[in-house]
């Protein structure tokens, strides 16, 4: 079992920078994949990223790459996402997950946990 919560979202202007936190409880954390997911108004939920249980690899959504961040930090249970360069679009409720399969999964079918979400609205 893992909870997740996440943190950090806010208000920012276009160009500017957040840096969302997920803190994760559980033993078994180190053993998780762990992505970012983002929902905006009226749209479905859509893949953002996801780093390995190891963090030996990332993927990243072709909208976000070069411009956000994932990492991890398996000793203090917690997962990060720099987001650089915000656009307007980027405006969404920004939900972290973890998948026991360890992968870089891209599909929220193959996620087990989900946090409750932290909205970032960016102002253009």
């Known amino acids: 079992q893992v909870q997740l919560v996440e943190s950090g979202g806010g208000l920012v202007q276009a160009g500017g920078s957040l840096r969302l936190s997920c803190a994760a409880s559980?033993?078994?954390?180190?053993?998780?994949?762990m992505g970012w997911f983002r929902q905006a108004p009226g749209k479905e939920r859509e893949f953002v990223t996801v780093i390995t249980w190891n963090g030996g690899s990332t993927y990243y959504a072709d909208s976000v790459k070069g411009r956000f961040t994932i990492s991890r930090d398996n000793a203090k249970n917690m997962v990060y996402l720099q987001m650089n360069s915000l656009k307007p679009e980027d405006t969404a409720v920004y939900y972290c997950?973890?998948?026991?399969?360890?992968?870089?999964?891209?599909?929220?079918?193959?996620?087990?946990?989900w946090g409750p979400g932290t909205q970032v609205t960016v102002s253009s």
């Open positions: 997950a973890a998948a026991a399969g360890g992968m870089a999964y891209s599909r929220q079918e193959e996620y087990d946990y």
């Open positions: 559980g033993s078994t954390f180190s053993r998780y994949a």
